[in-house]
């Protein structure tokens, strides 16, 4: 129950990639909490693009408990697919084979998921639901901290890309809410190599860390268990 704050702080990070390591350390470092979601199928060692110095590549599936012991893995699909645009049969398939694969690699029950490219159908939202989901994440940015009612449409504050990422990450820290507030943070975390925006995720993390009111939970943790 977020240990009874009104306010708390989640990320979300996709596709199981090694940058996920360094964002681990740095989370780790400032207190924070996070949920990576990962895709069985491609967690394996092969270039995702590689274009010197940069480098991004999956996590294969026998590094993975290592790196996400600390952190909260959700499915992604297991091939990371269109699921707006596939048959019901092949939905079903990808979102329980995912979960199913997942909880035996980490011993862990799967309780939730993004859509890959944040794309769904209200048949994809049901399958979901039936395949034991009780979150599925979209891509959707509300700039606002308001704490989601639809779990399975779920929405963020915003991706780290957004121009306003540090002026909502103080907005938040300085309001006094009367009623449960969260901040939503998603994103890739090869784009921190890619866009060279390692110095803007510590900037985030240094100004929402360590905060008697703030609650720093992984996206169960605050979306499941919340006041
Ligand atoms: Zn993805």
Redesign the pocket.
């Known amino acids: 129950m977020w240990n009874g704050k009104m306010k708390a702080v989640t990320l979300s990070y996709?596709?199981g990639v090694t940058q996920d390591i360094r964002l681990i350390e740095l989370l780790d470092r400032y207190g924070l909490r996070a949920t990576f979601?990962l895709?069985p199928d491609r967690q394996r060692a092969q270039d995702i693009f590689s274009k010197p110095p940069i480098t991004v590549r999956h996590l294969t599936m026998e590094e993975l408990p290592g790196v996400y012991a600390q952190h909260e893995v959700a499915g992604?699909t297991c091939s990371?697919l269109h699921l707006e645009q596939a048959d019901e049969a092949t939905v079903r398939e990808e979102i329980a084979r995912c979960r199913d694969t997942l909880a035996q690699r980490f011993g862990r029950e799967i309780t939730g998921m993004?859509y890959?490219?944040g794309t769904y159908t209200d048949r994809v939202v049901e399958i979901a639901r039936e395949e034991g989901m009780r979150y599925a994440r979209t891509c959707i940015q509300t700039e606002t901290f308001a704490v989601p009612t639809d779990l399975m449409r779920l929405p963020t504050t915003c991706r780290h890309a957004n121009p306003r990422l540090l002026e909502l990450a103080r907005a938040f820290v300085d309001s006094e809410p009367e009623t449960p507030q969260l901040f939503f943070l998603w994103g890739?975390s090869y784009e921190f190599d890619q866009f060279e925006t390692w110095p803007l995720i510590e900037e985030f993390c240094r100004i929402v860390s360590g905060r008697e009111d703030i609650f720093y939970g992984t996206n169960s943790e605050v979306l499941l268990d919340r006041p």
């Open positions: 996709d596709d979601n895709n992604h990371h993004a890959p490219y890739h």
